[in-house]
T-cell receptor, first 114, second 117 residues
Framework: GQQLNQSPQSMFIQEGEDVSMNCTSS?????WLWYKQDPGEGPVLLIA?????ELTSNGRLTAQFGITRKDSFLNISASIPSDVGIYFC??????????????FGQGTILTVHP | DVKVTQSSRYLVKRTGEKVFLECVQD?????MFWYRQDPGLGLRLIYF???????EKGDIPEGYSVSREKKERFSLILESASTNQTSMYLC????????????????FGPGTRLTVL
C-alpha cells in the first residue's frame, strides 16, 4: 500500500526558532493535509492542500504541496511553547479508491523549550 | 464546527472482555473511520464505513469488528480484548469526497485510551 515518510521523527527547539518538517511519498498524491495532536487529544486539521505547487498559510504555519506531487512540507515560524505536540501529514494518492481514505505519516514530535 | 465525540476518554478492561467503543458525529458525514495510534507507528486504519450498514476493512482489522446502524454513530467492537490491543483509539468522520468537491478532510474525536490488563 501507499506509504508516507515523515521527517524528522522528533525535534527539540528553543522558543522563537523556526521549524520545518516534511513528508515524502513514492507515489503521486492528490491531497496533502497537516494535522496537530496535542497531548492526550485527537488530531486537529491545520492546513489542507489540493493543488500541486499550492502554498497556504494559517497564522505562523505555512504548508506547500510539492510540484512533483510526491511531497509536502510544513513550516512553523517563531515557535511558542503551545506549539508542542505531534504533527502528522496525511495524503490521498492518485487513483485510489473513493470513500476518502487517507494515508498518514508517522508523525513529528515537537518539543519547544521556553 | 464539526464535532466528533467518543464515549470514553479512558477505559480499563480485562483480557477476554468484550469492549465497545462508541463514536458519534454531528455533521451528517457519510464516512466514518476507526484508527489506533501507537508510539512510532502513527495512525493505522482499523475499519471504515462509507454509509449506514456499510463497512470495509482497513489495514489492521484482525481482532476488531464494527457496527454502523445509524449515520451519526460508528461503533468499534473488540470481541475478546487482548493485551496487545492496549492503545489509543481515534474515531474520525468526513464528507464523501464526491459530495464535498473532492475534499478529503477528516475530523477526529478526542480519542479513547484503552488499557487491557
Amino acid at each position: 500500500g501507499q506509504q508516507l515518510n515523515q521527517s524528522p521523527q522528533s525535534m527539540f527547539i528553543q522558543e522563537g526558532e523556526d521549524v520545518s518538517m516534511n513528508c515524502t511519498s513514492s507515489s503521486i498524491f492528490n491531497t496533502w493535509l497537516w494535522y496537530k495532536q496535542d497531548p492526550g487529544e485527537g488530531p486537529v486539521l491545520l492546513i489542507a492542500l489540493y493543488k500541486a505547487g499550492e502554498l497556504t498559510s494559517n497564522g505562523r504555519l505555512t504548508a506547500q504541496f510539492g510540484i512533483t506531487r510526491k511531497d509536502s512540507f510544513l513550516n512553523i515560524s517563531a515557535s511558542i511553547p503551545s506549539d508542542v505536540g505531534i504533527y502528522f501529514c496525511a495524503g490521498r494518492g492518485a487513483g485510489g479508491t473513493s470513500y476518502g481514505k487517507l494515508t498518514f505519516g508517522q508523525g513529528t514530535i515537537l518539543t519547544v523549550h521556553p | 464546527d464539526v464535532k466528533v465525540t467518543q464515549s470514553s476518554r479512558y477505559l480499563v478492561k480485562r483480557t477476554g472482555e468484550k469492549v465497545f467503543l462508541e463514536c458519534v458525529q454531528d455533521m451528517d458525514h457519510e464516512n466514518m473511520f476507526w484508527y489506533r495510534q501507537d508510539p512510532g507507528l502513527g495512525l493505522r486504519l482499523i475499519y471504515f464505513s462509507y454509509d449506514v450498514k456499510m463497512k470495509e476493512k482497513g489495514d489492521i482489522p484482525e481482532g476488531y469488528s464494527v457496527s454502523r446502524e445509524k449515520k451519526e454513530r460508528f461503533s468499534l467492537i473488540l470481541e475478546s480484548a487482548s493485551t496487545n490491543q492496549t492503545s489509543m483509539y481515534l474515531c474520525a468522520s468526513s464528507l464523501r469526497p464526491g459530495l464535498a468537491g473532492g475534499r478529503h478532510e477528516q475530523f477526529f474525536g478526542p480519542g479513547t485510551r484503552l488499557t487491557v490488563l
